[in-house]
T-cell receptor
Framework: NAGVTQTPKFRILKIGQSMTLQCTQD?????MYWYRQDPGMGLKLIYY???????DKGEVPNGYNVSRSTTEDFPLRLELAAPSQTSVYFCASSYVEPAVYEQYFGPGTRLTVT | QQQVKQSPQSLIVQKGGISIINCAYE??????FPWYQQFPGKGPALLIAIRPDVSEKKEGRFTISFNKSAKQFSLHIMDSQPGDSATYFCAAIEETSGSRLTFGEGTQLTVNP
């Protein structure tokens, strides 16, 4: 199993550009999540999904959109990129049972907006 | 609103020493308290977790101590090794909230040889 894969690994965007961060998991997990990680700030939840067709906002959803058309894929869309979106983005997935607190993380995408 | 506060932000320990990272929470509805370990350039990975009805859990050199009345929990790394150098995150989850983890700010641990 590849686990959780993310593409691209690195990206530089200009202010106002848009892009999609891709996330795929092959563990048949129901739950998927997008986090951003800023230095000294921990991981902040952007959006999450409890199954195909179901998504919900996390703590910091402004400026982002998601969709979940399949169990495996959970892309994150950035519209009109801003410097405040410079961050490292992690996708994660988890089972419902037995250990719902165990999330499996991808390797991350480092995004710079200039 | 930061529901899980973590300290210290950074920690330097000599090889063989004990590393201690502390966390405090506010929400008494949290069901599980996991710790995640993150190496540079990698995503976080689950290290160990505890339920609030247990005061201590040990896995190898890693121990979680839990104080429910004080709403605090801590990670102890015994006999710290240079390979333990990483960022550690405490977290908390309320199962009925849809598996949403709330993370602390992280502690960057450096173990000197």
């Amino acid at each position: 199993n590849a686990g959780v894969t993310q593409t691209p690994k690195f990206r530089i965007l200009k202010i106002g550009q848009s892009m999609t961060l891709q996330c795929t998991q092959d563990m048949n997990h129901n739950y998927m999540y997008w986090y951003r990680q800023d230095p000294g700030m921990g991981l902040k939840l952007i959006y999450y999904s409890v199954g195909a067709g179901i998504t919900d906002k996390g703590e910091v959803p402004n400026g982002y959109n998601v969709s979940r058309s399949t169990t495996e894929d959970f892309p994150l869309r950035l519209e009109l990129a801003a410097p405040s979106q410079t961050s490292v983005y992690f996708c994660a997935s988890s089972y419902v049972e037995p250990a719902v607190y165990e999330q499996y993380f991808g390797p991350g995408t480092r995004l710079t907006v200039t | 609103q930061q529901q899980v506060k973590q300290s210290p932000q950074s920690l330097i320990v000599q090889k063989g020493g004990i590393s201690i990272i502390n966390c405090a929470y506010e929400n008494t509805a949290f069901d599980y308290f996991p710790w995640y370990q993150q190496f540079p350039g990698k995503g976080p990975a689950l290290l160990i977790a505890i339920r609030p009805d247990v005061s201590e859990k040990k896995e190898g050199r890693f121990t979680i101590s839990f104080n429910k009345s004080a709403k605090q929990f801590s990670l102890h790394i015994m006999d710290s090794q240079p390979g333990d150098s990483a960022t550690y995150f405490c977290a908390a989850i309320e199962e009925t909230s849809g598996s949403r983890l709330t993370f602390g700010e992280g502690t960057q641990l450096t173990v000197n040889p």
